[in-house]
């Protein structure tokens, strides 16, 4: 419940509004410029629509879905659409309820006033440095609505003095209960590096391997978030692939040569080369590109690959390992993709998806 500082005469405007009165809309009805594009993609129709501006008066805001992706049919780009729910009330009362909505390009939204002063209120309210949209479940606000004259000497409204607030404690208790407890359901940047052995638990990833050490170190840079976000969490990037280390022993290298090892393995690397002495970068590349589900997802397939290398280092003389290199350029591990290729989940290290 709101404590609403709506005055009589605002009140009165509000129902106004809400039955569409006549005297109400011819007051506050301002007009726009609209901009089509002929088909023939030279010429611009140039039209003014009408809209009536919302009451001033205080609202309710429910930020639950404040923020929403979209994929735009024409142009194949992602749009983030902002959708508040502002409520006019006095206390338990509904007076009326106005949905604004905004759609904007990935661009643009930065620049974006209530956008900023939303997600900077929000980050302080949880005291977090970096928030995701699910992070706005149970967030509640208030604000004014008030009427001014904008940059282009129109009249029109604004939200002003916004505030957020986490929903009633009793609430917060309701959903504590449906609140899935396990590590490996929080987001990327929830992890802590106290996280380690519940993760190792929860996926029952066996570290008790010769490369145990190497899975465990895995599972680490994903709890101190070493590994970058592109490669496995934002539409439009994906991981570039896996790099290994094959060194050759001295006393077996006039025997034993790369392309011998390479010749074992029953899913072959795309590109290998000298990297010192008788160490060689061995490189393996997805066969197509596809977006990973989430950080859970891309951690199952490093660990399906780090299985992999358990399994071909067997050759007597040979030492082969995650590249250290790729442990160092995980911060930059990436490749651009195009925005609308298939989410892929649950997937591992396998001649299906690898040469």
């Not at 997600?119 to 509640?140: C, H, M, Q, R």
């Not at 496995?232 to 050759?248: A, D, N, Q, R």
Request: aromatic share 12%; hydrophobic share 35%.
């Amino acid at each position: 419940m709101m404590n609403s500082k709506l005055t009589n005469e605002q009140k009165n405007e509000i129902l106004k509004w809400k039955v569409n009165n006549e005297d109400y809309s011819n007051k506050n009805v301002v007009e726009e410029l609209k901009f089509n594009v002929h088909a023939n993609k030279r010429d611009i129709n140039i039209s003014t629509v009408k809209r009536v501006l919302i009451p001033e008066g205080e609202v309710a805001i429910n930020f639950t879905k404040c923020l929403e992706a979209n994929l735009n049919d024409i142009t194949k780009e992602y749009e983030i659409k902002l959708s508040l729910p502002l409520t006019y009330m006095i206390g338990d009362c509904i007076y009326g309820t106005f949905y604004h909505r905004q759609s904007f390009d990935m661009k643009e939204i930065r620049r974006v006033k209530l956008v900023n002063e939303i997600v900077d209120k929000a980050k302080d309210l949880l005291n977090k440095e970096v928030i995701s949209t699910n992070d706005f479940y149970g967030i509640e606000g208030k604000g004014d609505i008030i009427h001014y004259i904008n940059k282009n000497d129109k009249k029109d409204w604004k939200l002003i003095n916004l505030e957020l607030f986490k929903k009633h404690e009793k609430n917060l208790e309701l959903n504590k209960h449906t609140k899935s407890t396990r590590i490996i359901d929080k987001d990327y940047f929830e992890l802590s590096a106290d996280d380690v052995d519940s993760i190792i638990k929860e996926l029952d990833i066996n570290v008790d391997t010769p490369k145990g050490s190497t899975k465990r170190e895995v599972v680490n840079m994903f709890c101190r978030h070493y590994v970058n976000p592109k490669s496995f969490m934002y539409i439009g990037y994906t991981f570039e692939g896996f790099e290994i280390l094959v060194t050759i022993d001295a006393s077996k290298k006039d025997i034993i040569s790369i392309d011998d090892v390479v010749d074992t393995m029953s899913i072959k690397p795309t590109n290998y080369w000298c990297e010192y002495g008788d160490s060689y970068a061995v490189f393996f590349e997805p066969k197509m590109k596809f977006h990973i589900d989430g950080w859970v997802d891309y951690l199952k397939l490093i660990i399906s690959f780090v299985d992999y290398l358990e399994m071909i280092n067997k050759i007597e003389g040979v030492n082969i390992e995650l590249s250290p290199a790729w442990f160092d350029n995980l911060e930059c591990n990436y490749i651009e993709i195009s925005k609308d290729l298939e989410v892929r989940k649950d997937i591992r290290f396998t001649q299906e998806l690898f040469y």
